[in-house]
């Protein structure tokens, strides 16, 4: 594996801070790719390549549902879970990724240390929010 592919924008910028600390470089030695394109993966660096998704359509949807399920139950009919809306999304190529034949021998050993000694980072967006604010101030 050359890269990681996290859930979201926070978890990755959490593993990429936790593999600089281990003196590895992004995207040279591992790429990251996060979900959501929140304001801070375009402030951090390297910026984070992410996956944009539309949070005020998804907002929107979410409230047409609500809406909907309410006027069904006040209807005493049940609602459908079989609907299934899917957003335009966007993939936000940045500098937190590179082409996979650049990288360095040590590919496979980054991608357990990602995973086996950043996964307290990755579990709790608090502390990767307060190594930002600690960081970026």
């Given amino acids: 594996p050359t890269a990681v592919f996290c859930a979201n924008d926070l978890m990755a910028i959490g593993a990429m801070k936790c593999v600089f600390d281990e003196g590895m470089k992004v995207p040279e030695d591992i790429s990251f790719v996060g979900f959501d394109d ?3 993966a375009k402030m951090y660096n390297p910026t984070l390549t992410t996956i944009h998704q539309p949070f005020e359509e998804k907002g929107l949807q979410a409230i047409e549902r609500l809406i909907d399920m309410i006027k069904l139950q006040n209807d005493k009919q049940k609602p459908s879970s079989s609907d299934l809306i899917v957003l335009p ?4 190529v940045r500098q937190s990724t590179s082409k996979a034949s650049k990288r360095s021998k040590e590919v496979v050993w ?7 000694r950043c996964s307290s980072i990755l579990s709790d967006p608090n502390r990767i929010l307060a190594w930002q604010d600690k960081n970026h101030s």
Avoid: G, M, Q
Wanted: proline share 0%; no cysteine; aromatic share 8%.
């Fill in 38 to 40: 929140v304001e801070v």
């Fill in 110 to 116: 980054a991608r357990s240390f990602v995973l086996e």
């Fill in 89 to 92: 999304h966007e993939l936000i």
